[in-house]
């Protein structure tokens, strides 16, 4: 696709429930990044890729929070026993590569998680 | 560890006045800077970036920054405000302490553009 997408827009989910958020980065980028963005926040960096594997988790709040990207391309957030506290937009974004921080992240519209 | 401040959650000006969005950084090595803009249900939007090139540097929609090492500052500025100027902004850092890859935020700055 032209952009970045994720699905769905919108997710409500009951507390204890588990959930899942898909991200489809812009074709041919390698690097992969998932944001959190509660209200009246700025984004907060949760696990970056590069390729397969995870090279920067360090933003993972705590293990109930895991991600994948088994091919290099798609990326799912997971989330286990979801808490109230959970309740934010999930950004994905994508890069030509890691390399250096220089290149732009391109950000998708995000997932609205609410857990009720 | 390296972080952004954003002065003021809200910045208010008329259409055609000046627009300035303040950013401070904390980093003990040049970083790499940025600002994105949000639009309402939208995914984030790359203005402009420092990456230790030319420190006035230009980006998409009118809007310019410069890096000013002295005073730690990447403020974001417009001559003249268009309504459709209305939205979030954000400054964000990369550099070594962060790893480079990652993106450090700011809180944002809305900025409220009237008639």
């Known amino acids: 696709g032209a952009g970045v997408s994720q699905t769905p827009s919108n997710k409500v989910t009951e507390k204890g429930k588990y959930v899942e958020l898909r991200c489809d980065p812009i074709?041919?980028?390698?690097?992969l990044y998932w944001y959190r963005q509660s209200l009246g926040q700025g984004p907060e960096f949760l696990i970056y890729?590069?390729?397969?594997?995870?090279?920067?988790d360090s933003g993972l709040p705590n293990d109930r929070f895991f991600a994948v990207r088994p091919e290099g391309s798609v990326s799912t957030l997971k989330i286990q026993r979801t808490e109230r506290g959970d309740s934010a937009v999930y950004l994905c974004?994508?890069?030509?590569?890691?390399?250096?921080?220089?290149?732009?992240?391109?950000f998708g519209p995000g997932t609205r998680l609410t857990v009720l | 560890a390296q972080s952004v401040t954003q002065l003021g959650s809200h910045v208010s000006v008329s259409e055609g006045a000046l627009v300035l969005l303040r950013c401070n950084y904390s980093s003990s090595v040049p970083p790499y800077l940025f600002w994105y803009v949000q639009y309402p249900n939208q995914g984030l939007q790359l203005l402009l970036k420092?990456?230790?090139?030319?420190?006035l540097v230009k980006g998409i929609n009118g809007f310019e920054a410069e890096f000013k090492k002295s005073e730690t500052s990447f403020h974001l500025t417009k001559p003249s405000a268009h309504m459709s100027d209305a939205a979030e902004y954000f400054c964000a850092v990369s550099g070594y302490n962060t790893g480079f890859q990652k993106l450090v935020f700011g809180t944002g700055t809305r900025l409220l553009v009237s008639p």
């Open positions: 974004a994508s890069s030509s590569d890691g390399a250096g921080g220089r290149n732009e992240q391109f």
């Open positions: 074709s041919g980028h390698t690097a």
């Open positions: 890729f590069q390729g397969t594997g995870a090279a920067d």
């Open positions: 420092y990456t230790s090139a030319a420190t």
